[in-house]
């Protein structure tokens, strides 16, 4: 696992990887299975089913492609396009199992706009209501 400190957007950030090179595609090539009509309920199938990744999968982050040595680990490629990686918090994504892009069950597709929302923890919708300008209560 690598682990390093870095600045993104000028903050300092943790990143971390897996180091599994062999298995990353980019986020813009790994294949995507659709779960609905809603073009984010999708997700990512095992490293098991994609098998290996091209060495060269054609996408760039400046100068940056995907590593072929050590000492290019956790180049821009690897921060901006690499699926397998992480910033922040440290939580990794486990390929040995299908990874959701979110949960289905967090989502709810608003009927009026068609837009969809993340559900309160209570599980109640969102207060939609307008407020009454004159008086400043809902």
Request: charge should be negative.
């Amino acid at each position: 696992m690598l682990v390093k400190s870095i600045r993104f957007c000028d903050f300092p950030v943790t990143f971390v990887c897996d180091e599994k090179c062999e298995k990353a595609w980019g986020i813009s090539n790994r294949m995507r299975i659709m779960l609905s009509d809603n073009e984010d309920d999708y997700e990512y199938p095992t490293d098991n089913e994609l098998g290996i990744a091209p060495v060269k999968p054609g996408t760039w982050e400046g100068e940056d492609t995907k590593p072929t040595t050590e000492s290019e680990k956790g180049n821009k490629w690897c921060v901006r396009e690499c699926e397998r990686s992480k910033m922040f918090d440290g939580h990794m994504n486990d390929f040995s199992k299908r990874v959701k892009n979110f949960k289905t069950e967090e989502i709810k597709l608003d009927e009026q706009t068609n837009q969809g929302f993340r559900m309160e923890e209570t599980g109640d919708e969102p207060n939609n209501k307008s407020e009454d300008s004159s008086s400043g209560t809902a």
